[in-house]
Nanobody, 115 residues
């Protein structure tokens, strides 16, 4: 059974940075496409960034130029470096496979951008 555990969320001021981490059980980090998703209050969960097993990356328009997704297979961890954070980045951030496997959703990590 695959399990994802997200961490690194925090309260940050606009323009600040955060690095989210997602620890995964098993070998899935080295074999599967993975992605970060987020869900803001009152909105549907959306894709933020994805990375393939060959390290190809893709970003939502809102994340391009500000966020960077990466993976470390040796540590079974996926990261999301977020810079130049904005108020509308406030959300719970989740990692999962890409495409999504609904049974793999974890608890997420809260990111709040506020002054």
């Amino acid at each position: 059974q695959v399990q994802f555990v997200e961490s690194g969320g925090d309260l940050v001021q606009p323009g600040g940075s955060l690095r989210l981490s997602c620890a995964a059980s098993g070998r899935i980090v080295s074999t599967a496409g993975l992605a970060w998703y987020r869900q803001a209050p009152g909105k549907q969960r959306e894709l933020v960034a994805s990375i393939t097993s060959l390290f190809g990356t893709n970003y939502a328009d809102s994340a391009k130029g500000r966020f960077t997704i990466s993976r470390d297979s040796a540590k079974s961890t996926v990261y999301l470096q977020m810079n130049s954070l904005r108020y509308d980045d406030t959300a719970v951030y989740y990692c999962n496979t890409w495409p999504i496997r609904p049974e793999y959703w974890g608890q997420g990590t809260q990111v709040t951008v506020s002054s």
